[in-house]
């Protein structure tokens, strides 16, 4: 009788439970309790009240810019992002170790520092927007230049430690078997990055989707043009609209949760169908 007790209370982290504890009292106070003030606030909206706050005409513009921006600059990463892992861990390049270093960047970098320095380099006077055949700064494309730049080292970051510990062995076999280059990538290498790709993917996503300091100075803000939807939302606060607000932010949550969700499952799927090929 006294064994069992023992081993029904022995824990593997000892201490265990009251780590737990105070783990979900912390997620509690960050995280739930702000979410759920959103939802408390907007409950006390009627239906139709709600429905009038989130579906104006420059309401649904922005969530149309937002959303479609940081879908495109999450892609653009995923692809983009895959090739500069590859140059970091496969290649020998002159200065590797500094191009290392840049990709970081964006996370080091003040977003309000980021804007400026974006919004000066693509202005149409600005060393790459005088040469560019179209206007960046201050339109749509604009805000899409920024969430690729604050997203792209997520993907990096996300890559390399899977490409580092990738078996060459399996590549050089494939290579022995008659399989181009092209096609061990695409029928070997990819298989296995596929789940740590739609991680990074997901956390650009994620990360594009509340970005605010980067997008401001670049994007213009113009309604109905190049608004995202949380400056909408603080615009909305400055106005002491407070249950306009949070109505858009409980849009913006639910979109949000619903789309990562979707991607998670499509990762676990991914990941599930690999375990079952191997």
Same mark, same amino acid.
């Given at each position: 009788m006294l064994s069992r007790l023992l081993l029904k209370q022995r824990s593997v982290l000892p201490g265990f439970n009251l780590a737990l504890g105070f783990t979900l009292l912390y997620l509690s106070l960050i995280v739930l309790l702000p979410l759920s003030a959103a939802f408390i606030k907007t409950s006390?909206?009627?239906?139709? /009240?709600?429905?009038?706050?989130?579906?104006?005409?420059?309401?649904?513009?922005?969530?149309?810019?937002?959303?479609?921006?940081?879908? /495109? %600059?999450? #892609?653009v990463n995923a692809v983009f992002g895959l090739l500069v892992a590859w140059v970091l861990v496969r290649q020998r390049v002159p200065g590797k170790r500094i191009v290392d270093a840049l990709v970081d960047l964006p996370f080091a970098l003040p977003t309000a520092v980021a804007g400026i320095a974006l919004t000066a380099? *693509?202005? !149409?006077?600005?060393?790459?927007? !005088?040469? $560019? &055949?179209?206007?960046?700064?201050?339109? &749509?494309?604009?805000?899409?230049? %920024?969430?690729?730049?604050?997203? #792209? &080292?997520?993907?990096?970051?996300?890559?390399?430690?899977?490409?580092?510990?990738?078996?060459?062995?399996?590549?050089? /076999? %494939?290579?022995?078997?008659?399989?181009?280059?092209? !096609?061990?990538?695409?029928?070997?290498?990819?298989?296995?990055? $596929? &789940?740590?790709?739609?991680?990074?993917?997901t956390l /650009?996503?994620?990360?594009?989707?509340?970005? =605010?300091?980067?997008? +401001?100075?670049? %994007?213009?803000?113009?309604?109905?043009?190049?608004? +995202?939807?949380?400056?909408?939302?603080?615009?909305?606060?400055? !106005? =002491?609209? *407070?249950?306009?607000a949070t109505a858009i932010a409980v849009v913006m949550l639910v979109s949000s949760f619903v789309l990562l969700l979707l991607i998670n499952a499509l990762q676990a799927w991914t990941r599930r169908r690999q375990g079952a090929t191997t």
């Open positions: 006390g909206m009627t239906l139709q /009240a709600f429905l009038d706050a989130v579906s104006t005409p420059r309401v649904l513009a922005s969530y149309r810019l937002t959303f479609g921006a940081s879908l /495109a %600059a999450a #892609l380099l *693509y202005a !149409q006077n600005g060393w790459i927007g !005088q040469v $560019l &055949p179209f206007k960046v700064s201050f339109t &749509p494309v604009g805000v899409f230049v %920024a969430l690729v730049f604050i997203g #792209l &080292p997520f993907v990096v970051r996300t890559l390399q430690p899977v490409l580092e510990d990738l078996d060459r062995s399996v590549e050089e /076999a %494939a290579a022995t078997l008659g399989a181009s280059r092209l !096609q061990t990538f695409f029928k070997v290498v990819l298989p296995v990055l $596929l &789940p740590a790709l739609l991680t990074g993917f /650009a996503f994620a990360r594009a989707l509340g970005e =605010y300091g980067s997008v +401001i100075f670049i %994007a213009g803000n113009l309604p109905m043009v190049s608004e +995202i939807t949380p400056l909408l939302i603080i615009t909305r606060l400055e !106005q =002491y609209d *407070y249950q306009g």
